[in-house]
Protein backbone atom coordinates (compact mmCIF):
# COMPACT_ATOMS: atom_id res chain seq x y z
CA UNK A 1 0.00 0.00 0.00
CA UNK A 2 1.23 3.35 -0.85
CA UNK A 3 1.74 6.00 1.77
CA UNK A 4 -0.52 9.03 1.87
CA UNK A 5 -1.00 11.78 3.68
CA UNK A 6 -2.95 14.02 2.05
CA UNK A 7 -4.63 16.31 4.28
CA UNK A 8 -2.37 16.06 7.09
CA UNK A 9 0.18 17.63 8.76
CA UNK A 10 3.68 16.43 9.88
CA UNK A 11 6.07 17.95 12.36
CA UNK A 12 9.64 17.27 11.73
CA UNK A 13 12.48 18.64 14.45
CA UNK A 14 15.91 18.95 13.43
CA UNK A 15 14.80 19.21 9.74
CA UNK A 16 16.88 21.71 8.63
CA UNK A 17 19.09 19.26 7.79
CA UNK A 18 20.25 15.59 7.60
CA UNK A 19 17.91 12.89 8.40
CA UNK A 20 15.16 15.47 9.00
CA UNK A 21 15.30 17.27 5.97
CA UNK A 22 15.03 13.99 4.23
CA UNK A 23 12.06 13.37 6.59
CA UNK A 24 10.55 16.64 5.61
CA UNK A 25 11.05 16.03 1.61
CA UNK A 26 9.67 12.64 1.86
CA UNK A 27 6.91 13.23 3.97
CA UNK A 28 5.58 16.04 1.68
CA UNK A 29 6.22 13.71 -1.23
CA UNK A 30 3.16 11.61 -0.38
CA UNK A 31 1.23 14.69 0.85
CA UNK A 32 1.67 15.81 3.94
CA UNK A 33 1.90 19.58 4.61
CA UNK A 34 4.89 19.59 6.63
CA UNK A 35 6.40 22.18 9.53
CA UNK A 36 9.99 22.31 9.45
CA UNK A 37 11.05 22.84 13.02
CA UNK A 38 14.61 23.53 14.03
CA UNK A 39 16.95 26.58 15.86
CA UNK A 40 18.38 27.46 12.42
CA UNK A 41 15.98 29.75 11.14
CA UNK A 42 17.63 29.87 7.61
CA UNK A 43 18.14 26.51 7.30
CA UNK A 44 14.59 25.63 7.68
CA UNK A 45 13.38 28.27 5.72
CA UNK A 46 15.34 26.92 3.05
CA UNK A 47 13.58 23.18 3.42
CA UNK A 48 10.35 24.40 4.19
CA UNK A 49 10.29 26.67 0.64
CA UNK A 50 11.53 23.36 -0.91
CA UNK A 51 8.84 21.47 0.03
CA UNK A 52 5.45 24.10 0.12
CA UNK A 53 5.85 23.74 4.26
CA UNK A 54 6.01 26.08 6.80
CA UNK A 55 9.29 26.90 8.86
CA UNK A 56 9.18 26.74 12.67
CA UNK A 57 12.10 28.34 14.28
CA UNK A 58 12.57 26.71 17.66
CA UNK A 59 15.04 26.45 20.47
CA UNK A 60 14.27 22.86 21.68
CA UNK A 61 16.60 23.32 24.35
CA UNK A 62 14.32 25.74 25.71
CA UNK A 63 12.31 23.58 27.94
CA UNK A 64 9.98 26.35 29.46
CA UNK A 65 9.28 28.19 26.53
CA UNK A 66 8.77 24.68 25.00
CA UNK A 67 6.06 23.88 27.84
CA UNK A 68 3.49 26.34 26.32
CA UNK A 69 3.59 24.82 22.94
CA UNK A 70 -0.03 24.06 21.45
CA UNK A 71 0.92 21.98 18.72
CA UNK A 72 -1.50 20.44 16.40
CA UNK A 73 -0.18 17.42 13.85
CA UNK A 74 -1.27 14.46 12.33
CA UNK A 75 2.49 13.52 12.32
CA UNK A 76 5.26 14.05 14.92
CA UNK A 77 8.50 12.89 13.82
CA UNK A 78 11.14 13.71 16.74
CA UNK A 79 14.62 13.98 15.18
CA UNK A 80 16.52 17.00 16.37
CA UNK A 81 19.77 15.64 18.21
CA UNK A 82 23.60 16.45 19.09
CA UNK A 83 26.49 14.47 20.05
CA UNK A 84 29.85 14.77 22.21
CA UNK A 85 32.54 12.28 22.25
CA UNK A 86 33.79 12.39 25.50
CA UNK A 87 35.22 10.32 28.14
CA UNK A 88 32.70 10.24 31.34
CA UNK A 89 35.54 11.85 33.40
CA UNK A 90 35.69 14.81 31.10
CA UNK A 91 32.03 14.94 30.11
CA UNK A 92 30.83 18.65 30.95
CA UNK A 93 27.59 18.30 32.96
CA UNK A 94 26.42 21.33 31.37
CA UNK A 95 26.91 19.74 27.82
CA UNK A 96 25.23 16.19 29.59
CA UNK A 97 22.42 17.86 30.62
CA UNK A 98 21.74 19.72 27.20
CA UNK A 99 21.83 16.67 25.29
CA UNK A 100 18.88 14.91 27.35
CA UNK A 101 17.26 18.32 27.42
CA UNK A 102 16.74 18.21 23.92
CA UNK A 103 17.14 14.74 22.75
CA UNK A 104 14.59 13.22 25.93
CA UNK A 105 13.14 15.94 27.74
CA UNK A 106 12.13 18.03 24.22
CA UNK A 107 10.53 15.16 22.98
CA UNK A 108 8.48 14.37 25.91
CA UNK A 109 7.03 18.09 25.70
CA UNK A 110 6.05 18.03 22.26
CA UNK A 111 4.32 14.50 22.42
CA UNK A 112 2.62 15.86 25.18
CA UNK A 113 1.82 18.74 23.52
CA UNK A 114 0.87 17.00 20.35
CA UNK A 115 -1.09 14.09 21.71
CA UNK A 116 -4.69 16.10 22.52
CA UNK A 117 -5.49 16.67 18.96
CA UNK A 118 -4.65 13.32 17.78
CA UNK A 119 -6.91 11.50 20.39
CA UNK A 120 -9.36 13.75 19.35
CA UNK A 121 -8.89 13.27 15.07
CA UNK A 122 -8.99 9.25 16.14
CA UNK A 123 -4.97 9.29 14.36
CA UNK A 124 -1.87 10.05 14.79
CA UNK A 125 1.76 8.70 14.58
CA UNK A 126 4.86 9.49 16.46
CA UNK A 127 7.83 8.79 15.20
CA UNK A 128 11.21 8.76 17.33
CA UNK A 129 14.49 9.08 15.46
CA UNK A 130 16.39 7.07 18.11
CA UNK A 131 19.74 4.90 17.56
CA UNK A 132 21.53 1.70 17.51
CA UNK A 133 23.00 3.56 20.61
CA UNK A 134 18.98 3.14 21.80
CA UNK A 135 19.90 -0.51 22.13
CA UNK A 136 23.32 -1.02 22.17
CA UNK A 137 25.90 1.32 24.21
CA UNK A 138 29.49 2.36 23.07
CA UNK A 139 32.42 4.47 25.18
CA UNK A 140 33.18 8.18 24.83
CA UNK A 141 29.48 8.37 24.37
CA UNK A 142 27.36 8.57 27.73
CA UNK A 143 24.91 11.20 27.02
CA UNK A 144 23.90 10.56 23.72
CA UNK A 145 23.17 6.67 25.10
CA UNK A 146 21.40 7.78 28.13
CA UNK A 147 19.33 10.06 26.05
CA UNK A 148 18.43 7.12 23.15
CA UNK A 149 17.82 4.57 25.64
CA UNK A 150 15.24 7.11 27.51
CA UNK A 151 13.97 8.11 24.17
CA UNK A 152 13.11 4.39 23.34
CA UNK A 153 11.10 3.87 27.14
CA UNK A 154 9.18 7.23 26.10
CA UNK A 155 7.96 5.93 22.71
CA UNK A 156 6.73 2.73 23.97
CA UNK A 157 4.78 5.07 27.10
CA UNK A 158 3.30 6.78 24.41
CA UNK A 159 2.62 3.63 22.12
CA UNK A 160 0.57 2.13 25.36
CA UNK A 161 -1.33 5.30 26.32
CA UNK A 162 -2.16 5.92 22.65
CA UNK A 163 -2.96 3.10 20.88
CA UNK A 164 -6.46 3.18 22.11
CA UNK A 165 -7.15 6.23 20.49
CA UNK A 166 -5.72 5.44 16.87
CA UNK A 167 -2.14 6.43 17.73
CA UNK A 168 1.47 5.01 17.31
CA UNK A 169 4.20 6.03 18.69
CA UNK A 170 7.53 3.72 16.70
CA UNK A 171 11.53 4.17 17.48
CA UNK A 172 13.88 3.98 13.89
CA UNK A 173 17.37 3.11 15.16
CA UNK A 174 19.97 3.49 12.70
CA UNK A 175 23.72 3.09 12.41
CA UNK A 176 25.90 5.78 11.68
CA UNK A 177 24.21 8.13 8.68
CA UNK A 178 25.80 10.16 6.13
CA UNK A 179 24.62 13.23 7.59
CA UNK A 180 26.84 16.38 8.86
CA UNK A 181 26.01 15.21 12.71
CA UNK A 182 28.22 12.14 12.12
CA UNK A 183 30.76 13.58 9.46
CA UNK A 184 31.27 16.23 12.91
CA UNK A 185 32.30 13.33 14.80
CA UNK A 186 35.17 11.70 12.70
CA UNK A 187 37.67 14.46 14.44
CA UNK A 188 36.00 13.86 18.30
CA UNK A 189 36.41 10.14 17.41
CA UNK A 190 40.07 10.06 16.20
CA UNK A 191 41.21 12.67 18.71
CA UNK A 192 39.44 9.98 21.41
CA UNK A 193 40.86 6.75 20.13
CA UNK A 194 44.00 7.97 19.21
CA UNK A 195 43.70 7.08 15.57
CA UNK A 196 43.76 9.21 12.11
CA UNK A 197 40.77 10.28 11.41
CA UNK A 198 40.88 8.51 7.71
CA UNK A 199 40.57 5.65 9.91
CA UNK A 200 37.37 6.22 11.93
CA UNK A 201 34.86 5.28 9.64
CA UNK A 202 35.98 1.66 9.11
CA UNK A 203 37.59 0.66 12.47
CA UNK A 204 35.05 2.71 15.03
CA UNK A 205 31.64 3.52 12.86
CA UNK A 206 31.47 0.35 10.87
CA UNK A 207 33.12 -1.73 12.96
CA UNK A 208 30.01 -3.96 14.22
CA UNK A 209 28.12 -3.84 11.00
CA UNK A 210 28.00 -6.55 8.57
CA UNK A 211 27.52 -4.22 6.22
CA UNK A 212 30.21 -1.71 5.15
CA UNK A 213 28.76 1.63 4.26
CA UNK A 214 26.97 4.55 6.19
CA UNK A 215 23.49 4.41 6.42
CA UNK A 216 21.53 6.73 3.74
CA UNK A 217 19.46 9.71 5.30
CA UNK A 218 17.02 9.14 2.17
CA UNK A 219 16.68 5.45 3.46
CA UNK A 220 16.07 6.15 6.82
CA UNK A 221 13.13 8.70 6.06
CA UNK A 222 11.55 5.71 3.46
CA UNK A 223 11.09 3.99 6.97
CA UNK A 224 9.81 7.02 8.79
CA UNK A 225 7.38 7.52 5.91
CA UNK A 226 5.90 4.13 5.96
CA UNK A 227 5.57 4.01 9.88
CA UNK A 228 3.55 7.45 9.43
CA UNK A 229 0.43 5.36 6.78
CA UNK A 230 -1.98 3.64 7.43
CA UNK A 231 -0.96 -0.28 6.55
CA UNK A 232 1.58 0.49 9.65
CA UNK A 233 -1.54 1.01 12.04
CA UNK A 234 -0.44 -1.99 13.92
CA UNK A 235 2.86 -1.15 14.20
CA UNK A 236 3.23 0.09 17.79
CA UNK A 237 5.81 0.63 20.38
CA UNK A 238 8.53 -1.12 18.02
CA UNK A 239 12.19 -0.29 17.50
CA UNK A 240 13.20 -0.60 13.63
CA UNK A 241 16.87 -1.50 13.58
CA UNK A 242 18.81 0.01 10.57
CA UNK A 243 22.58 -0.60 11.65
CA UNK A 244 23.73 -3.01 8.92
CA UNK A 245 23.23 -6.00 11.40
CA UNK A 246 24.54 -4.40 14.01
CA UNK A 247 22.17 -5.28 16.81
CA UNK A 248 22.32 -9.08 15.58
CA UNK A 249 25.56 -9.81 17.45
Known amino acids: ?19 GAACARALAAVGAEVVVADVDADGAAAVAAEVGGR ?39 ARFRLIVDLMLNAPFLLT ?14 VVNLSSVHGLRASPYKSAYVSAKHGLEGLSKVTALEGGGHGVTSNCVNP ?25 VVEKIMLT ?10 DDVADLV ?24 R
Open 112 to 125: RAVLPGMYERGFGR
Open 55 to 93: AWTVDLSDLDALAEVTLDADVLVNNAGIQTVSPLTDFEP
Open 225 to 248: TWLCGASAGMVNGASYTMDGGWTA
Open 208 to 217: ESAVKRLVEA
Open 1 to 19: MTTDLSGRTAVVTGAASGI
Open 175 to 199: GYVRTPLVEKQIADQARTHGIPEDQ
